[in-house]
């Protein structure tokens, strides 16, 4: 009896054993050196191209395993199916399975982007698209351009049905979306005759219908694309915006006392002066206040409340509006005032010791020296120093937590100078002064900043909204705007030296800035040329770029 039973259990053992193996995900050997080649589709079933295509399962053949977790992310079929295909990995084979809800006379896609890696998570060199038709000729319109942004993007494509369509496309899942190549190139091949809406979102949102209000999105100059049979149209390109839509207010908060600070979410520096911003009391009452930049962080507004205010305290703007477009949006945040008392001490900002100064040879730029809480000082606060030369200097009151420090004579480049700051001279609105009743801090110049000019015509005559961008390629880009004359020329003077990339577009709404767009309502971005090349500006050099030849239209 006890023999029946141990062999029985070895049969059960042996039958899991086999059971486990062919179950076994499929791997390749190993050993040998390491794989980089990426895989290749080496046959299709039916093959591109194929036409009265009547069949429920396409099989796709690579040269290598494919790492099966990649996929579901990788393989799609377009225009996109109301039920979605079923992907079944076998060998190095994998299978689709479509629904019975193929169109008639429809060119289908089976794109395979680069999501799809093998085993050795080497992805595909770049996309495939495979046709076939459920009719009797492979559609061959195509519709390309690229995009223009700092991340990975797709492009969505929505095959507009009709009047209502027209405006609430975006609603409903695209019914083509393919991935951009890593320089922003891309081309939606085999497109049947129709009207289309295009836009380019973020990769990580590819395939999803569009939510304006949550979503950054870049649109084409063209309101409507009308692609007739088998035409091809090229240079449909999209610019996606850091931001999109209004400048909105985040946060608020009380820093120390009647002191308090907004957060927005952008640069709001430029509109401190334009922007409305009050304080409204539990019992609706308005106090006043005085608003000031942040001397470190242009996007967020300072304010110090003038009179004895409510426990709560409400944030408000109305927002602000230019060239009938909102810049800030309104904006309303309650928040509680600070009624501890501050026992710490002043602190330095900025400078430090590995701050440097970067100084000019014509004008004299200001030494800001940043408190960490409002203080009054006053001229004798401060003595400045280069090697041990005493500097003449004047000073000026920037905000209450910045002072600017201009020496009489200009800065020495390349030089090392000490700050000399004492704290019997400074008044804090709030906790203590200083630890230290003498604190030094050094910091460095830069070397002159120099200068160089730009001189270009091109090929955009006879306009007068037609504006020039040039942008550098820097952490914090500034941005050099000039309005190019009717001749289609221009220039640019007193540019820093540096690498700079150069656009143009069409002013349509003379906000004297590119506009994107909008999704809904609709209203298609203004036209823009990106310059392919980096300008270089050097140092006391006029660069002239010859004729510039635009390969889009208006």
Not at 25 to 51: F, H, N, Q, R, W
Not at 250 to 275: D, I, M
Not at 485 to 505: C, I, T, V, W
């Amino acid at each position: 009896m006890n023999k029946q039973f141990n062999f029985s259990n070895h049969i059960f053992v042996i039958a899991a054993i086999l059971f486990f193996l062919s179950c076994a995900a499929v791997m390749s050997p190993p050993g040998g050196p390491k794989d980089i080649t990426p895989p290749e589709l080496t046959e299709t079933l039916p093959k591109d191209g194929t036409v009265n295509y009547k069949g429920s399962l396409i099989e796709l053949q690579f040269s290598e395993y494919i790492d099966e977790s990649s996929i579901d992310r990788a393989i799609h079929i377009l225009p996109t199916l109301k039920t979605k295909p079923e992907l079944i990995y076998k060998d190095k084979k994998i299978l689709i399975a479509l629904p019975d809800s193929l169109e008639k006379d429809q060119t289908y896609i089976v794109v395979i982007n680069r999501n799809l890696a093998d085993e050795n998570k080497v992805k595909l060199a770049q996309g495939i698209q495979v046709a076939f038709s459920t009719g009797d000729q492979i559609d061959e319109g195509s519709i390309s351009g690229k995009t223009y942004h700092s991340k990975p993007s797709t492009v969505h494509l929505w095959r507009i049905q009709d009047e209502f369509d027209s405006l609430e496309f975006f609603n409903r899942i695209p019914d083509y979306a393919i991935d951009a190549s890593d320089d922003g190139n891309y081309e939606f091949k085999f497109l049947s005759t129709g009207k289309y809406r295009i836009a380019a979102v973020d990769q990580m949102l590819s395939g999803s219908a569009i939510i304006p209000q949550r979503m950054t999105y870049g649109l084409s100059w063209i309101n409507v694309i009308d692609l007739k049979k088998q035409q091809k149209i090229n240079n449909i390109n999209i610019r996606i915006p850091v931001h999109l839509g209004a400048i909105v207010m985040t946060s608020a908060e009380f820093v120390k006392g009647s002191w308090g600070r907004v957060t927005f979410s952008q640069k709001v520096n430029e509109f401190s002066n334009k922007l409305p911003l009050s304080v409204i009391n539990e019992d609706s009452s308005i106090s006043k206040i005085t608003v000031f930049n942040d001397p470190l962080d242009a996007m967020k507004l300072n304010f110090i409340l003038g009179e004895n205010s409510s426990n709560y305290v409400s944030i408000m703007t109305p927002g602000l509006i230019e060239y009938k477009k909102a810049l800030i949006d309104s904006g309303i945040i309650r928040i509680k005032m600070d009624t501890t008392q501050d026992t710490s001490n002043i602190t330095i900002l900025q400078p430090n010791s590995k701050y440097t100064l970067n100084i000019q040879p014509d004008d004299i730029v200001p030494l800001t020296v940043v408190f960490s809480s409002l203080v009054e000082s006053n001229p004798n606060s401060f003595n400045l120093l280069a090697d041990t030369t005493l500097i003449s200097f004047k000073t000026e009151i920037a905000s209450p937590l910045a002072v600017n420090i201009y020496p009489t004579q200009n800065w020495k480049p390349r030089t090392e100078y000490v700050l000399n700051i004492d704290r019997r001279s400074l008044t804090p609105r709030y906790g203590r002064s200083m630890k230290d009743s003498l604190t030094s801090i050094k910091f460095k110049t830069s070397d002159y900043q120099g200068f160089g000019s730009l001189k270009i015509n091109s090929a955009k005559e006879g306009f007068d909204d037609f504006i020039a961008t040039l942008t550098k390629f820097e952490k914090e880009k500034t941005v050099f705007r000039t309005l190019v004359n009717s001749k289609g020329a221009f220039n640019m003077e007193r540019l820093p030296e540096g690498d700079y990339s150069l656009m143009f577009f069409q002013d349509i709404d003379k906000n004297g800035k590119y506009t994107p767009g909008n999704i809904f309502p609709y209203r298609p971005s203004e036209w823009f040329y990106n310059y392919p090349d980096t300008v270089k500006i050097r140092a006391n050099w006029e660069l002239e770029l010859d004729t510039i030849i635009m390969d889009n239209t208006f």
